[in-house]
């Protein structure tokens, strides 16, 4: 097993320079964020081995667990999943990263629950660039405003732009989300927030989203394997 981890790291850490390669970018372009939602800490703590810092987690409760058990080791904690208000303060005492901000009273709430021990806490606008009804994220047209509104809170860095596109296969329909999430940020970017963060890009369409721009992947299954129920 302990192979088969490293192994699959490895040749994710592969793929993401040769898409940064392909893209005529830095092969270090793009950083890889492990997503280790369900799995145990005996996996990330493995792939901490292997030298991979940054983690995401989709469940509070989780990322409570995952920060007491690997508290020892100097991991940078992403948070990714939806972010209801009454537990925003879990977040804003553990994480470095918050990508799925699409509501500006959660922003509030994080940038008020942010012990002032800490560094601000960074984040991403998430943008529903699907349009899908069922999606997590702000309306494309609202971004703008939100981003501003984000970038004005004290406690929190405004870093750039999170998506999950739409799950097909179509690969021109996945690079015209990914586009247009690149689009809103060079638009922010214009008007001088200083976003440096395109976050999208997952296990199966990583390589399209580094040719859109992508700066961090979100990979899980190809690094972890395929995944059970939350812990
Ligand atoms: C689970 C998850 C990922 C990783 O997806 P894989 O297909 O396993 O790589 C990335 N981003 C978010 C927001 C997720 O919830």
């Known amino acids: 097993m302990t192979d088969t981890l490293s192994t699959r790291l490895r040749q994710v850490g592969a793929r993401l320079a040769d898409a940064c390669r392909q893209a005529g970018r830095a092969p270090d372009a793009a950083a890889l964020l492990a997503v280790s939602k369900t799995f145990p800490a005996a996996d990330l703590r493995e792939a901490y081995a292997c030298g991979q810092r940054a983690f995401g987690e989709n469940y509070v409760q989780e990322l409570q667990q995952k920060c007491e058990a690997l508290a020892d080791l100097a991991i940078e904690w992403h948070f990714i999943g939806p972010l209801q208000s009454n537990k925003t303060r879990i977040v804003a005492e553990l994480a470095h990263w918050a990508h799925s901000i699409e509501r500006l009273k959660t922003a509030e709430r994080l940038s008020a629950q942010r012990p002032d021990s800490l560094p601000p806490l960074n984040v991403c606008v998430q943008v529903n660039v699907s349009g899908e ?80 721009g992508a700066t961090l992947v979100r990979v899980g299954s190809a690094i972890f394997g395929r995944r059970g129920q939350p812990q």
Do not use: Y
């Open 133 to 212: 009804a069922s999606k997590s994220g702000c309306a494309p047209e609202e971004a703008a405003a939100l981003a501003r509104a984000v970038a004005a809170l004290p406690r929190l860095r405004l870093r750039g732009l999170m998506c999950i596109p739409e799950p097909t296969a179509d690969a021109a329909r996945l690079a015209a989300q990914f586009a247009a999430l690149r689009a809103l940020a060079e638009g922010l970017r214009a008007e001088g927030l200083p976003l440096d963060t395109l976050s999208m890009g997952m296990s199966a369409d990583l390589e399209l989203a580094v040719a859109e």
